[in-house]
């Protein structure tokens, strides 16, 4: 996943700053490792999921 910084089209949509992207999403004519490279999306970390315990099998 990641985030847009800089506003840029498609063909099919106009990305606005703070919308969220992933490479799947169709970017033609642009490309996603592209548009990351000219500063126009910002990959975002991978947050790490936590597992909740459950309290009812807790020891």
Do not use: W
């Amino acid at each position: 996943m990641a985030q847009v910084l800089k506003a840029f089209p498609t063909r099919l949509r106009r990305f606005k700053e703070g919308d969220r992207v992933s490479p799947q999403d169709d970017l033609a004519p642009q490309s996603f490792d592209g548009l990351v490279d000219a500063g126009h999306i910002e990959k975002l970390p991978i947050a790490a999921k936590s597992k909740k315990q459950d309290p009812s099998k807790a020891d």
